[in-house]
Each structure stands twice: as C-alpha cells, then as structure tokens.
C-alpha cells in the first residue's frame, strides 16, 4: 500500500479544487450570488455570501493543503447537504435532482475524508510527525 500513498493527495484535490473555483467565481459575481441567495429565501444574503465563501474558497485551500482536513471536510459536507436542500430541491426539474446528487456525493466524499484524515503528504501529516519527533525526544 505505501506505492499508493498518493491518493488521499489526489483525493483532496480532486474534491477540494472544484471548492475553490466555486468560491472564487463567486468573489467574482458578487450581486448576482446574493441576488440568487434572496431569491431561495434565506435570510441576510450578504452574511451567506461571506459564508460560501469562506466555506467553498477557505475550506478549499485547506483540503488542497491537508491542513485540518478532519474539521475542514466535515463542516463542508454539512454545507454540502444543506445547499442541496436549500438551493436544489426541485425534483421535478432534472436539472436541479442532478445538482442535488452532486451536492450529497461531495458531502459522501467529505466524510470520508474527515474519518480517513489527510493522507502522507499534507500539512496535518508533517505536523503530526513533527511532534512524533519532538514527544520521542522527551521520552529518551
């Protein structure tokens, strides 16, 4: 198994990168997110905004990272399952029952992440081995 090492990595970037081009076209069409973001319903646009795009930008760059990944992907597949719900509920309309499948196959692949961590090469890998070595040397 350790010849495969690299696909956690892969993992991460394959769900996290989709994240941040979501977050940053959203930074990028400000008036027309939050005018779509009124128009489902929920209250304060603005803040929801600001929150989709932390959570889609931020916790993208985190999971490409591996930083947190544990935290990070849980509280994204939570909003993963609550955007579909909120943003794709109408089942009659293939369109938005393809949106909300995609939505609940990202939360699905979340959630694996946040039981299996970050994999070998992320940030959360080489801290953990950084306090392996620093804990094993107050132990000799």
């Not at 008036?31 to 959570?55: C, R």
């Not at 931020?58 to 939570?78: N, Q, T």
């Not at 943003?87 to 039981?115: P, S």
């Amino acid at each position: 198994m350790e010849r495969f090492k690299f696909l956690p990595l892969l993992g991460r970037i394959l769900i996290g990168a989709p994240f941040v081009m979501s977050g940053v076209s959203k930074l990028a069409a400000y008036s027309a997110t939050v005018g779509y973001i009124a128009a489902v319903g929920l209250p304060v646009p603005p803040l929801a905004f600001v929150l989709a795009v932390l959570t889609e930008l931020g916790g993208g760059l985190l999971l490409l990272s591996g930083y947190r990944v544990r935290a990070v992907s849980l509280g994204m597949a939570v909003f993963c399952v609550v955007t579909a719900m909120f943003f794709h509920h109408n089942f009659a309309d293939q369109n938005q029952m393809i949106h909300f499948l995609k939505n609940v196959m990202m939360a699905g692949g979340l959630l694996q992440i946040t039981w299996f961590g970050a994999g070998a090469f992320s940030l959360d890998a080489r801290s953990s081995r950084t306090v392996l070595r620093t804990g094993s040397l107050g132990v000799n």
